[in-house]
């Protein structure tokens, strides 16, 4: 039986999800060593372990870094994001997402490093009908993005089956809120997501925030998508590091919520918690948007035991809004945005 671990995880990536996972890991008594090349990852956010400057693809550093750490698992979060600029820059895509991924499974391989948690999405199933997607649901990437993430599981999962590693994929539908305390948030570069824009926009009546397509078959019309809070999200990748399993197995799990809430709802929800109106407009639908993307979360209840405990839309704007609307906070602090917000990094 290959048991999780309780000592030191190297955690790959400094941005978003993975610097929540950090602080979860910390919480529970395991070291997260952080691992990034800052390309767009933020420094100020490894508080929780240490820093290991390097480039996934970098075979060697990341081996120095699991060496250095005596690493029992990693988990896997580096990589670029923006669906958009996936189709501009496919090559770029495969290179950090899917080059990088082989690059770090030959050190997992080389130090014999039990265990890999793989950070990946809902874009792995592309455009669906389903009501609520089970990780059976076929899989069609609609975006060099998604394509990047599904073969990233799928090297993972068949280096599990080949050297007896543990793996564990994670699709995300849509990660939301931030750290209750606002030490760390939201902070992509650009930002393309809906609720931290709808905040900006209410936050300043300058930003006007595009509603991209009502005419879908949907309730309102507008896209329905299942938000997850970022910590809900963070306490998936502990319980994957923790869970006990037999070497070579692999689980895709979707962490989600099963409940979908439009934009419109969204932006409703902003608006309630601000006391403030948005200003929006209606735009034409963003390339590759499916209508409904929400999760069966079943299997991940199931095989890991977790369920999403903080991923009301209520409390994910809760503490979104505190995020961004900090007055200060931490180290490293980046200069406020155009809007006056606090832009700190995560
Ligand atoms: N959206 C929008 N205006 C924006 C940003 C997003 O209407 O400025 C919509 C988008 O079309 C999708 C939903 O909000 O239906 C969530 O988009 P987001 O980019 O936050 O996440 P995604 O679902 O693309 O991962």
Request: contains cysteine; aromatic residues 6%.
């Amino acid at each position: 039986m290959n048991e999780g671990s309780d000592r030191a995880v190297l955690v790959t990536g400094a941005g978003y999800v993975g610097s929540h996972t950090a602080k979860a890991l910390h919480a529970r008594g395991i070291v997260p060593v952080v691992f990034d090349n800052l390309s767009s990852g933020y420094r100020e956010a490894v508080r929780w372990g240490p820093f290991e400057y390097g480039d996934i693809r970098d075979t060697a550093a990341v081996i120095s870094a699991i060496e250095k750490h005596s690493i029992s698992a990693v988990i896997h979060f580096a990589g670029l994001i923006e669906v958009g600029r996936s189709v501009a820059r496919p090559d770029l895509f495969w290179d950090v997402n899917v080059i990088g991924t082989l690059r770090l499974l030959e050190a997992v391989k080389l130090t014999r490093t039990p265990r890999v948690v793989f950070s990946s999405s809902a874009a792995v199933y592309g455009h669906t009908d389903l009501a609520r997607i089970s990780e059976a649901a076929p899989k069609h990437p609609a975006s060099p993005y998604g394509d990047t993430k599904l073969a990233g599981e799928r090297m993972i999962e068949a280096q599990c089956a080949a050297y007896g590693l543990t793996g564990f994929a994670l699709r995300y539908f849509n990660a939301a809120g931030a750290d209750t305390g606002a030490l760390i948030g939201e902070a992509h570069e650009p930002e393309t997501h809906l609720i931290p824009l709808a905040i900006a926009a209410a936050l300043d009546q300058s930003r006007a925030l595009t509603v991209f397509g009502d005419d879908f078959a949907t309730p309102d019309g507008t896209c329905l998508r299942d938000y997850v809070h970022v910590n809900d999200l963070a306490a998936a990748h502990v319980a994957a590091v923790l869970a006990k399993r037999p070497a070579g197995s692999f689980e895709a799990l979707n962490l989600g919520t099963g409940v979908g809430h439009s934009v419109r709802e969204v932006i409703a929800a902003v608006q309630a918690a601000l006391g403030r109106d948005i200003s929006f407009s209606r735009g034409p639908r963003r390339t590759g948007d499916p209508p409904i993307l929400v999760a069966d979360p079943s299997l991940a209840q199931q095989n890991l035991g977790w369920k999403a405990e903080h991923s009301g839309l209520d409390e994910i704007v809760r503490d979104a809004m505190r995020w961004e609307a900090a007055p200060a906070y931490g180290v490293g602090r980046r200069p406020p945005r155009a809007t006056g917000l606090a832009a700190v990094a995560a």
